[in-house]
């Protein structure tokens, strides 16, 4: 199959099973050491939280603060994020969705290019795919590290995969994914495993919505299509 997709990583491949996680934890960190402010970070602290990137949930968190936003300094913040998440992920933290693993695998067999758009600071967004073992599937992406708006990550991670076709596919879980696609004249398949149903999705923009990623034939014919 000559086509490329690319997939989000929260709540598209992957969850968390705790409900304080570690990533969370993370911008906590950073923002202490970086900024030398003490902020708790909840998912209800921002609304609404799902699809955004890393960079824009920093700065999210610090609007409220009198502190200078330079681009230094957020990345500075990031390495305190990544070093933070590494060092104190737990093993078993997360677990790969319903049919995620035999999706990739089909996928792989058939030589679909895959790649990553996530909001997910590039160190810590591989560390989750290797936690759930799915890491092998992919070798490119855009990363919330290479840049703040998700519609330039797909733009990064389209110029990373060097290729060249029209049938570019994007799976994501909330609105941000499936505008992001858009933006990008990108066919987008949102995945109702995050906190939107599959009416918001299609809502949205999505070209497909699904409950899961477990109806691999459906996905593929889509893909065929």
């Known amino acids: 199959?000559?086509?490329l997709v690319l997939f989000d990583i929260d709540k598209t491949l992957l969850r968390s099973k705790l409900t304080s996680t570690t990533h969370?934890?993370?911008?906590?960190?950073?923002?202490?050491?970086s900024f030398g402010i003490e902020v708790e970070f909840t998912?209800?602290?921002?609304?609404?939280?799902?699809?955004?990137?890393?960079?824009?949930?920093?700065?999210?968190?610090?609007?409220?603060?009198?502190?200078?936003?330079?681009?230094?300094?957020i990345k500075e913040c990031m390495?305190?994020?990544?070093?933070?998440?590494?060092?104190?992920?737990?093993?078993?933290?997360?677990?790969?969705?319903?049919?995620?693993?035999?999706?990739?695998?089909?996928?792989?067999?058939?030589?679909?290019?895959?790649?990553?758009?996530?909001?997910n600071i590039e160190a810590i967004g591989w560390k989750k795919l290797e936690d759930v073992h799915l890491?092998?599937?992919?070798?490119?992406?855009?990363?919330?590290?290479?840049a703040a708006d998700r519609a330039e990550l797909v733009r990064i991670a389209l110029k990373k995969s060097g290729y060249q076709g029209n049938n570019v596919f994007l799976f994501g879980d909330t609105p941000r994914d499936i505008t992001a696609g858009k933006e990008n004249n990108v066919k987008t398949i949102g995945v109702a495993t995050g906190p939107y149903t599959i009416k918001e999705l299609k809502d949205s923009g999505a070209n497909l919505a699904l409950e899961t990623l477990e109806n691999t034939e459906q996905i593929l014919s889509f893909l065929n299509s």
């Open 135 to 146: 890491k092998h599937y992919f070798s490119f992406g855009g990363f919330g590290s290479d």
């Open 43 to 73: 998912y209800k602290a921002i609304h609404p939280l799902p699809g955004l990137t890393d960079q824009q949930i920093i700065k999210h968190l610090l609007e409220q603060e009198s502190v200078e936003l330079t681009e230094n300094k």
């Open 1 to 3: 199959m000559n086509i």
């Open 24 to 33: 969370a934890k993370a911008f906590s960190y950073g923002i202490k050491q």
């Open 79 to 119: 390495k305190h994020m990544e070093k933070y998440y590494i060092t104190n992920m737990q093993k078993g933290e997360l677990e790969a969705l319903p049919g995620t693993k035999k999706l990739l695998e089909q996928l792989k067999q058939k030589n679909v290019t895959l790649g990553l758009v996530t909001g």
